[in-house]
């Protein structure tokens, strides 16, 4: 029953890089804002980064900055996460969410998002 499916989880060594890819169901509305959000063992769900569907506009968190790229495929209704520069970590599950009325500002906000992907792991080794 899951809207959006992640998949490119995966093993890889400190240093390493994946690639996520969340596709959706349906079509993406331009009212959309598509996030990729964390979770580890024992903590929050956190955010990591988010796109504006309507303009592309990017927002990540401070700790994936430079490390992490958020993109979209218009065509395919996916949302890719770009990891390079993978630590040990950024070992959690990641979720792709989709928040379909989406407020300025609003993007960091997981209570804010509509629809949750069932997750990915993504484990880093030192």
């Known amino acids: 029953q899951a809207p959006l499916v992640e998949s490119g989880g995966g093993l890889v060594q400190a240093g390493g890089s994946l690639r996520l890819s969340c596709a959706a169901s349906g079509r993406i509305f331009s009212s959309y804002a598509m996030g990729w959000f964390r979770q580890a063992p024992g903590k929050e769900r956190e955010f990591v980064a988010a796109?504006?569907?309507?303009?592309?506009?990017?927002y990540y968190a401070e700790f994936v900055k430079g490390r992490f790229t958020i993109s979209r495929d218009n065509t395919k209704n996916t949302v890719y996460l770009q990891m390079n520069g993978l630590k040990f970590e950024d070992t959690a599950v990641y979720y792709c969410?989709?928040?379909?009325?989406?407020?300025?500002?609003?993007?960091?906000?997981?209570?804010?998002?509509?629809?949750w992907g069932q997750g990915t792991q993504v484990t880093v080794s030192a």
């Open positions: 969410a989709a928040d379909a009325l989406y407020q300025r500002g609003t993007y960091a906000n997981s209570q804010n998002y509509d629809y």
């Open positions: 796109i504006v569907w309507r303009g592309g506009d990017t």
